[in-house]
């Protein structure tokens, strides 16, 4: 993780600081999205310098990254749904369903759970209709 940028105002001795670093990929990282993405850490000292609870936030410095990763998890339902992946199956099912049809799914237990939760939308969706 690299800082990038700082930028702080004061006022009535509150300090609000919006950092901007860059974080290579690690083994922390989803493996969705580009190999080095930049962040902007937001956040509130107060008086004595110390960070106010509740105040700090992380945020993508760049809205697209949301999005790209968002079109990424949607390919992987689509090809689940494409090619016939019943409904009902939780995490493990679903991968060892997709292992047997030969798709690939994500790595990363997050978007990993954000593909199950969305299979499971879709198909309850398409048993209502």
């Keep these: 993780?690299?800082?990038?940028?700082?930028?702080?105002?004061?006022?009535?001795?509150?300090?609000?600081?919006?950092?901007?670093?860059?974080?290579?990929?690690?083994?922390?990282?989803?493996?969705?999205?580009?190999?080095?993405?930049?962040?902007?850490?937001r956040g509130r000292k107060g008086p004595e310098g110390f960070w106010l609870p509740g105040q700090t936030r992380h945020e993508p410095a760049d809205p697209g990254t949301v999005r790209q990763q968002d079109q990424v998890i949607q390919s992987y339902v689509d090809h689940l749904l494409a090619a016939g992946v019943p409904g009902g199956l939780g995490r493990e099912a679903l991968k060892r369903w997709a292992d047997r049809h030969q798709i690939s799914l994500p790595g990363g237990s997050t978007p990993m759970a954000e593909v199950v939760k969305r299979v499971k939308a879709a198909r309850q969706e398409s048993e209502l209709s």
Aim: charged share 30%; glycine share 8%; hydrophobic share 25%.
């Design 1 to 41: 993780m690299t800082r990038t940028d700082e930028t702080s105002s004061t006022e009535n001795g509150i300090e609000t600081v919006a950092t901007s670093i860059r974080m290579k990929r690690t083994h922390t990282r989803t493996g969705i999205g580009r190999d080095v993405m930049s962040i902007v850490r």
